[in-house]
Every structure is written in C-alpha cells, then in structure tokens.
C-alpha cells in the first residue's frame, strides 16, 4: 500500500536551516509529483511546495520562496525540503503528499508528518 | 484571487447525517474541490474530489457513507450514519495557476 514517511524534524534556533525528508512506498514514485503541506500549531493547512515528477519543474508559496528548496531523488524514492534562515513561523508539522496522477494539484495520500520547532 | 469559504464547526448526532459546505469565490464555480480529512492528532486523509457537475471519486478505502455534490459555487460533503471516529477537521482544497488552496476548516463534533 501507499506509504509515505517523512523524517528529519526537530528543534532549530531562527536563522539556521534543516532538511526534511519523506520516504514513499507501494507505488511508483517517479511518476507522480509531489508536494510539501505544512500546518501551524492549532492552525489550518498551507500549502508550501511542489516538484514535477521528473525533477523539471518546482513551485513555491510566496512566504518560503527564496528560502526553502524542494528536490527528489527517484532512485530512492525519496522527497527533500531544504529549509534555510528559517523563522518562528516556520513552526509546524510538515507533510508530504502525493499528486493525483491526473490531476497534479490535487492530493490523495498524505504522510504522518513531522514537527519543525524554531525557536531560540 | 480564489478563495474557499467552510463554516468553522458543525455538530451532528451519533448515527445522523451531516452535510458540510465548501464556497468558491466569485468566478471560480466551474473548479472541482479535493475533501480533505483530519482526526484528532493525525495527518490528513484524503477522502474525494467532487467535481462541478457533483460527481465525486472517493479515496482508497473511504466507504461509501461519505458521499459529494455540486450546487453553483458550493461543493458538498455529506457524511451519513455519523460514527464517533468521524470527529474531525474537514478541509477542502483546489488550486488557481500553479498555486494551491485550502479552506480554513470546517471542526465536525459528533454528539
């Protein structure tokens, strides 16, 4: 089945950076895009980046352009979130999602997510 | 700028119907709208796109008590036979020239 199993989280001082990543299983990886969903603590959703399937193209949110940089490895199946000078209100949990394969910017499976605290 | 509008809460008897609402803004009623679901301390789960014309494709192993509709700019979620798990957040989402949209989130309590 479907398996998506981000890492990499924890707690960073503002301004340093940290590298997120998400583990996929049970489908083939390098032919979906995928996308980077974060959530504020008693917040609601937001949506941060996407990356084509093939690495070609990537979109970002205006509040981490310039800051923050998606990447994949399909040879691991693995997704990156590269997340530099980061902020307080960078503090969530970040989730990994799956594109629908027709319909990229729709999502339909969600991994557990993991915490990023900024804070001095 | 397109927008989704959901009412914050919502309550429903255990074993009753509910039926929530997602509003498109002004100029955007043909968009089809992803429902998006989140128990308590728990990441999302993806339940269907419903599209303008109300049919809907649920998700991998979502029964069929979930169920969506179309009216206009609004897309609806109706959930039928209310069950203790169906406690939760409910979101909806769709996206506008390469950005993506969620709505603020409609709190489902099951009484």
């Known amino acids: 089945q479907v398996k998506l199993v981000e890492s990499g989280g924890g707690v960073v001082q503002p301004g340093k950076s940290l590298r997120l990543s998400c583990s996929a299983s049970?489908?083939?990886?390098?032919?979906?895009?995928m996308h980077w969903v974060r959530q504020a603590p008693g917040k609601g959703l937001e949506w941060v980046s996407v990356?084509?399937?093939?690495?070609?193209?990537?979109y970002y949110a205006d509040s981490v352009k310039g800051r923050f940089t998606i990447s994949r490895d399909n040879s691991k199946n693995t997704l990156y979130l590269e997340m530099d000078s980061l902020r307080a209100e960078d503090t969530a949990v970040y989730y990994c999602a799956r594109g629908e394969m027709a319909t990229i910017f729709y999502f339909d499976f969600w991994g557990q997510g993991a915490l990023v605290s900024v804070s001095s | 700028q397109l927008v989704l509008t959901q009412s914050p809460s919502a309550s429903a008897s255990l074993g009753a119907s509910v039926k929530l609402t997602c509003t498109l803004s002004s100029g955007h009623s043909s968009s089809a709208i992803a429902w998006h679901q989140q128990q308590p301390e728990k990441g999302p789960r993806f339940l269907m796109k419903v599209n303008r014309d109300g049919s809907h494709n649920r998700g991998d192993g979502i029964p069929d008590r979930f169920s969506g509709s179309s009216s206009g700019a609004e897309r609806y979620l109706t959930i039928s036979s209310l069950q203790s798990e169906d406690e939760a957040d409910y979101y909806c989402q769709t996206w506008d020239t390469g950005n993506v949209i969620f709505g603020g989130g409609t709190k489902l309590i099951v009484l």
């Open positions: 990356m084509w399937h093939d690495g070609s193209n990537e």
């Open positions: 049970g489908f083939a990886f390098s032919n979906y895009v």
